[in-house]
């Protein structure tokens, strides 16, 4: 009998990610939701050849962590899931993370700074984006309520 996936023994329930170049994850607006959704991102990632710990890896698993959070957190509507998208352009060597959720109305906004909040519990996810992602956005969701908030990560040398 096959393995799943490479590192799962025989017996064992395993994702299996699609070797495409795109991924669609319907999650729970909730915090078990959006762990799973970076758990999913980070495991596509290493079957798409950046395996775990590395820096793309590691970026498109942040920054999965941080949108789906945000998701869950200002764009939950009690009953309505959440959506994780991941595209791979082989030609340009980006992957585009995307998320979208209900609410159309509450559009993120990126923190200016600390300004004197550096003890404060939240506020700094959009930063931590801005900073990993070549570029990130936010766009209205298509056909239905709410919004997608993107990234795009750079995959080359």
Not at 33 to 60: E, K
Not at 115 to 144: H, I, K, S, Y
Request: net charge negative; with cysteine; glycine share 12%.
């Amino acid at each position: 009998m096959p393995l799943p996936h490479d590192d799962t023994p025989v017996g064992t329930t395993a994702l299996r990610p699609a070797p495409e170049t795109g991924l669609t994850l319907r999650f729970s607006s909730t915090p078990r939701g959006a762990r799973l959704a970076r758990l999913i991102a980070s495991q596509q990632m290493d079957a798409w050849g950046w395996p775990y710990g590395t820096a793309v890896n590691d970026t498109v698993e942040l920054i999965t962590a941080e949108l789906a959070a945000n998701a869950v957190t200002h764009g939950r509507v009690p009953g309505r899931d959440a959506e994780l998208r991941l595209h791979r352009d082989d030609d340009t060597g980006h992957v585009r993370v995307e998320v979208t959720d209900v609410r159309g109305e509450r559009l993120p906004v990126q923190e200016p700074g600390t300004d004197g909040r550096q003890l404060a519990d939240g506020g700094r996810g959009l930063t931590l984006v801005a900073a990993l992602a070549e570029d990130w956005g936010v766009a209205p969701r298509p056909g239905a309520p709410g919004k997608t908030v993107w990234a795009v990560v750079s995959c080359g040398p």
